[in-house]
T-cell receptor, first 113, second 113 residues
Framework: IAGITQAPTSQILAAGRRMTLRCTQD?????MYWYRQDLGLGLRLIHY???????GKGEVPDGYSVSRANTDDFPLTLASAVPSQTSVYFC????????????FGPGTRLTVL | AQSVTQLGSHVSVSEGALVLLRCNYS??????LFWYVQYPNQGLQLLLK??????LVKGINGFEAEFKKSETSFHLTKPSAHMSDAAEYFC???????????FGTGTSLTVIP
């Protein structure tokens, strides 16, 4: 049982470059989420998707975009990376939106120079 | 707007001692509250959640939390700490729509042998 996989595990990126973080779940969950984790700030929601074909903005969406073409995949794209986007990124999913347990992936450590 | 505040970014306890991690919430409506644990270099795992069914919520690994509306608190406790409890703990609250999740800044628990 894989659960949620994220790729890459880590990445060093030059500022201004485009980057897509991949997230795939095999649990057929409807809802998916992207968070960034920064020291002293906890986790902050970037974007979410309640079901395939729909997405919404979280607390810190600027500079990021997402798509949800199918149930399993929820990629996060940085169109033009900036150093302030250096962070650890976590993808999560839940059966449905709201009050259900979220299952988290192992994270992607991104450094923007 | 919903938010949570975790008091104490670092807590140290002796093995076998009581664990108390504090979380206060701010919510305009009855909240859904969560505690998650993060072990080093891993994603988050759900410890327990409050969904208004009972004020005392029991979770995994011997943890429990009590919802106190009068104090707007949802503190996490464990009667006897184990070395394996050393981790980062996050309190979280969901928005009434269930689309947004707000995490606290986290409390790092150290267990001293």
């Amino acid at each position: 049982i894989a659960g949620i996989t994220q790729a890459p595990t880590s990445q060093i990126l030059a500022a201004g470059r485009r980057m897509t973080l991949r997230c795939t779940q095999d649990m057929r969950h409807n809802a998916m989420y992207w968070y960034r984790q920064d020291l002293g700030l906890g986790l902050r929601l970037i974007h979410y998707s309640n079901t395939a074909g729909t997405t919404g903005k979280g607390e810190v969406p600027d500079g990021y975009s997402v798509s949800r073409a199918n149930t399993d995949d929820f990629p996060l794209t940085l169109a033009s990376a900036v150093p302030s986007q250096t962070s650890v990124y976590f993808c999560a999913s839940s059966v449905d939106r709201g009050y259900n347990e979220q299952f988290f992936g192992p994270g992607t450590r991104l450094t923007v120079l | 707007a919903q938010s949570v505040t975790q008091l104490g970014s670092h807590v140290s306890v002796s093995e076998g001692a009581l664990v108390l991690l504090r979380c206060n919430y701010s919510s305009s409506v009855p909240p859904y509250l969560f505690w998650y644990v993060q072990y080093p270099n891993q994603g988050l795992q759900l410890l327990l959640k409050y969904t208004s069914a009972a004020t005392l919520v029991k979770g995994i690994n011997g943890f429990e939390a009590e919802f106190k509306k009068s104090e707007t608190s949802f503190h996490l406790t464990k009667p006897s700490a184990h070395m394996s409890d050393a981790a980062e703990y996050f309190c979280a609250v969901s928005s009434p729509t269930g689309n947004q999740f707000y995490f606290g800044t986290g409390t790092s628990l150290t267990v001293i042998p």
